[in-house]
Every structure is written in C-alpha cells, then in structure tokens.
C-alpha cells in the first residue's frame, strides 16, 4: 500500500480541512451579519412604528380630554400629522380623516349657531363615533405592529438556531474528519514502521544489500536513510572483514606452507651435507690408513674425490648463503661489462663433461660478442644451475644451450629432452626448497633452492626466467638479459693504406 510522507500528509489534511473551515466561516459571519442587520431594521422599523402609535394614541386620547387646552382643531391636526406618520395605515388614516372632517363640523356648528347645545350635540356624537372609530382602528394597527414584532423576534430565534445547527453539524464533521485523519495518519505511520521492520529483519537475516528505495522527509524517511547509511557501512567492513580474513587464512597457509619447506628444507640439507661430508671423512681415512703402501697415483685420486666432496658441500653452503643473503635483502650485484657469449660458452664447456659421464649430447649455438652490463658470477651461477638442472632431470637424449640477441635482450635458452613438468607442478617450482616428485625411477640430489636463487639472482640484474614444459618429452628454461647495443663493426683497411 502507498506510503505517505507524514509531514506532506499533513500538511494536506490541515489543507483539506481549512477549505470548508474557511467556507463555513464565511457564510456563518454573513449568515450572523445578515440576520443581526434585519433584526436591527426591523427594530428600527418596528420602535418607530411604535412611536408613532403611541404619538397617535396620545393624541387621539388628549382630542376630548377635559383638561386639554388645545383647540379642538389643533387637537384634531396634531392627530392628522402623528397619522401621517405611519407607514401602511390607509384604514386609520381615513379615520383620521373622517375624525378631522366630523371635529371641523362640530366647530362649525359651534360658531354659526352661538354655541347651541342643540344643534352641536349631534355632531358631537357623530365625533365620538368616528373617535371611536379611529380608536378601534389604531387599537389594530397597535396589534398588527405588536403581532410583527412578535414574528420578527421569532424569526430571528430561528436564525439563530439555523446558525447554531450549523455549527453543530460542522462541529461533528470537524470531530469525523479529525477522526479519518488520525486513522489515515496512523496507518501511514504503521505502514512505514512495517517497513523498517523488513528492513532489520532482511538486516538481521544477513542480507545486507537491501535499501530504502522510496525514502520520505519525515522521521521514518530520516531513520530509513540512516539504515541505508549503516547497511552500506555494514557491507564495507564486512567485505574488509572478509578480505582480512582471507588474508589471515592465506598467511596461515603459507606459515604451513614454510614450516613444510622447512621440514623438507631440513630433511634434504641432512642428507645434501652428510653425503660430501661422508665422502670427504671416509676419503681421508682411507689415505690416512694408506698412506705408508699407496702409492702416488691412488693417493692422487683419493684427494680429488675429498676435493670434490669439498667443493660440493661449499656449493651447498654457498647457496644457501645467497638464498640468505637475497630474503634480508643483503645480497647485491655488482654489475660490470663483459662478454656473455664467451662466459656462457666457457662455462658450457666446463659442464660438459657431466652431461657427457650420463652419456647425453650437448649442443651449444652461442651468437658471438653479446655483449651485457650485469654481475657476471650471478649470471655464471644462474647459468649452472639451469644447466645442472637440464642434466639432473634427464636420462637420455640431450641438452642444448642457446644465446641470441633478440629486441635488444640476451635470450639464453637451456634445453633438455628430460621427463618435463606435470601442469599440476608448475606453479611450485619456482618456491623454496621445492623439488619435483617424480617417483622412485627419477630420484635427484638437491635441496630445491636452485631455480628460486636463480629467479632472485636474475631480477638482481634486471632479467628475468620463465619456461615450458611438457611431461615426458623435456623442458626449456629461458633466461632474458639486457643487452648493451652492438658496437658498429670498423671497415677493413684499404689497399694504399695498406701499402703505406
């Protein structure tokens, strides 16, 4: 159901109301005014008309009175002036009249016959008959004047009631309009409380994507913009609580993951160092036993074994050193122009023959005078380890080394025919004291150092390793180098140079 903004609704039932307020009003002020204004001519009318009766009556009463010293004339003329006052009295104004001609009569009589008793007395009668018969005349009009006066005030009784019953009946639409507001009020505000109520539960459900979408002005509309603020404050610090979570849960992952390398770490180093050291304690041994009888040429074999053994265990350690050395950020290059085709074809040939002992063909394709600005014992120790790693892992076939100049970098390629890399290893290898498994057919030396030192060492120098690989067929490992920019070659001597 529609929700309204309860301060606009408000506003509209105040409106809504006003409108017949303001009618009502209007036409009971008018109603009042109107009824207040004929009250007041008609007592107006009616005190003047009653003036003038009374004037009238006073003067019909004083025409015959004993103790009147007006002339009977003047008497009778005063009456016909109080009469012509009145309004709508044609009945007692011919009376009057009639009054008037009978008191003329009368005086007349009165001078022409000396004051005969006589001959006055009938008119004197006849003027008592029409007095009486203005009397009775006037005595209506007082009744009739009353009688309006009577009606007038009922009249406006009766205005005043209609006024009143007016009042009562907008008194009980103004009590049934308050009534529907307060409903039409309260159900908007039930309305708008059901849907904060959705909103906390959807809240407390988890479901902290929901919003207000149609928000108001009012206090509803207020709390719901600030439910909308807290849900999308919510939100954020649960997607930051999670992703530190994930961060926690992957940090503990890799502190597993480094106490199993350690494990292994320690588990290979064990076996690494005791082999040489075995060799070198059970070499010396037997030349101190034999010393006396041996003769040269087997003393001479036993001290290149003990100086193998020897340098084997200082390649470990020097290893390990690096390794070291690279995690605390000790370990730096010290870059220096040099010929890195004749270094890697050098070392090529001097790791020759531990191909050779597997019975594995060595190819090298080495482009002349690359020329590169890096540390050249790391680039001989990346070297070494990549081409120590192409012999370890294969059986039969070959190993073949590569360097070309390509878009200004020394790609240095070292190829083998060995068992290659299952995907599912392929991501590790470049991890600490991470070793392939490649069952017990394909058991190796080593303490899984090799590629991560060479990785570190290369990006010492600004290069970088990569590879591929296919699992059973072999694996290239390619190591690229920033190349100094080939120097122009200089134009051989011509012949009169020559001959001078």
């Known amino acids: 159901m529609l929700r309204w903004d309860a301060r606009t609704l408000q506003n509209a039932l105040i409106a809504f109301y006003l409108f017949p307020l303001v009618l009502f009003v209007g036409f009971v002020a008018w109603s009042a005014k109107s009824a207040l204004s004929e009250r007041a001519d008609a007592s107006a009318r009616d005190e003047a008309a009653l003036r003038a009766l009374a004037s009238c009556r006073a003067e019909l009463d004083g025409i015959l009175a004993p103790n009147n010293a007006k002339p009977l004339p003047d008497r009778l003329l005063a009456l016909r002036r109080a009469a012509e006052k009145l309004e709508h009295a044609s009945v007692f104004q011919g009376s009057v009249q009639d009054l008037l001609e009978a008191g003329t009569g009368v005086v007349r009589a009165a001078a022409h016959e000396n004051g005969s008793s006589d001959s006055a007395k009938p008119r004197r009668d006849d003027l008592r008959m029409r007095l009486a018969d203005a009397s009775s005349a006037l005595t209506a009009l007082e009744a009739d004047a009353r009688e309006r006066v009577l ?142 009888t041996a003769s040269p040429e087997r003393i001479r074999t036993h001290a290149g074994r003990i100086l193998k053994a020897a340098e084997h265990l200082l390649a470990l350690i020097t290893s390990i050193l690096d390794l070291a050395k690279s995690d605390a950020g000790t370990l730096k290059p010290v870059p220096a122009r040099f010929n890195l085709s004749a270094a890697i074809a050098e070392s090529a040939e001097l790791l020759r023959p531990l191909a050779e002992k597997k019975g594995l063909l060595v190819r090298i394709d080495v482009e002349p005078d690359v020329m590169v600005e890096a540390d050249q014992r790391m680039l001989r120790q990346i070297f070494f380890n990549l081409f120590g790693n192409a012999v370890k892992y294969t059986e039969r076939g070959s190993v073949s080394v590569s360097l070309a100049r390509k878009d200004g970098s020394a790609i240095l390629d070292v190829a083998d025919t060995g068992i290659g890399i299952r995907e599912e290893e392929k991501e590790n290898i470049f991890k600490d004291f991470y070793r392939i498994d490649n069952g017990p057919d394909h058991l190796t030396d080593g303490v899984g150092i090799g590629l991560v030192l060479s990785r570190r060492l290369a990006a010492l120098n600004r290069a970088k390793i990569s590879f591929r690989s296919e699992y059973g067929v072999g694996s290239v490992f390619t190591a690229t180098i920033p190349a100094l920019p080939q120097e122009p070659e200089s134009e051989p001597p011509t012949a009169s140079n020559a001959t001078s």
Do not use: W
């Not at 997607?239 to 390398?261: F, K, P, T, Y």
């Open 151 to 292: 009606a007038g005030e009922r009249l406006f009784s009766r205005s005043i009631r209609s006024i009143l019953l007016l009042c009562a009946v907008f008194l009980g639409f103004t009590i049934l309009y308050a009534c529907a507001s307060v409903a039409l009020i309260v159900g908007n505000q039930s309305r708008s409380l059901n849907e904060l109520g959705r909103g906390t539960l959807a809240l407390r459900n988890g479901d902290l994507d929901f919003r207000f979408h149609r928000i108001t002005a009012d206090q509803c509309g207020q709390v719901m913009n600030d439910f909308n603020e807290m849900a999308r404050k919510l939100k954020e610090q649960t997607i930051e609580l999670n992703g530190a979570v994930r961060s926690l849960r992957e940090h503990a992952e890799r502190l597993i993951e480094a106490r199993q390398h350690k494990d292994r770490f320690l588990a290979n180093m064990s076996h690494e160092l005791r082999t040489p050291l075995n060799s070198i304690i059970g070499f010396s041994e037997l030349l101190e036993m034999r010393a006396q």
